[in-house]
């Protein structure tokens, strides 16, 4: 089983439509193929950030119970730890460094978002020296990466 953190956006694409690759990285984990690494504050930004009014105006079919289900879907999919402790600083972009903390406090190899600063990182040789084992990618190459990975161990 490969171990990822999915950024809150990942979520939220997931909540709203079931095509894409959004989707199918979330079904990755329904079907034990990827283990899912949570912390309280990601649960809070994806309630937030799905309860918006904006959000909800845009996309009708987002309804309470819809977030509901979609939340404790990913609290019981994931493994659900404290928030971690502030071990990197990103200070272009702050909300993202929870992501960051949790996968390298977690040891998890990958973090998986289409947010460019965070996607950036993999581009500074600083990030990838200081942290080797973590690697940032976009859902569809995340996806990727899971059947090639998945391919080999049946083979």
């Known amino acids: 089983m490969i171990a990822a953190v999915y950024d809150c956006m ?5 909540a709203l439509s079931r095509r894409g690759a959004a989707y199918a990285c979330l079904t990755l984990a329904e079907d034990k193929r990827v283990a899912l690494f949570l912390c309280p504050a ?9 309860d918006r009014p904006s959000f909800r105006r845009k996309y009708s079919k987002l309804t309470d119970e819809r977030v509901s289900i979609l939340l404790g879907r ?13 071990m990197f600083s990103l200070p272009r972009d702050p909300k993202d460094e929870t992501y960051l903390n949790l996968a390298i406090m977690s040891q998890v190899p990958f973090l998986v978002s289409r947010d ?7 581009d500074e040789a600083e990030f990838r020296k200081t942290y080797p084992g973590l690697t940032i990618l976009e859902p569809g190459a995340f996806l990727d990466h ?4 998945m391919g080999q161990q049946k083979a």
């Open 10 to 14: 990942i979520y939220v694409q997931a």
């Open 42 to 50: 990601i649960l809070n930004e994806i309630k937030e950030t799905l």
């Open 74 to 86: 990913v609290a019981q999919l994931g493994n659900l730890s404290a928030n971690p402790p502030h």
């Open 116 to 122: 460019k600063d965070l996607l950036s990182l993999m």
């Open 146 to 149: 899971v059947r090639t990975h």
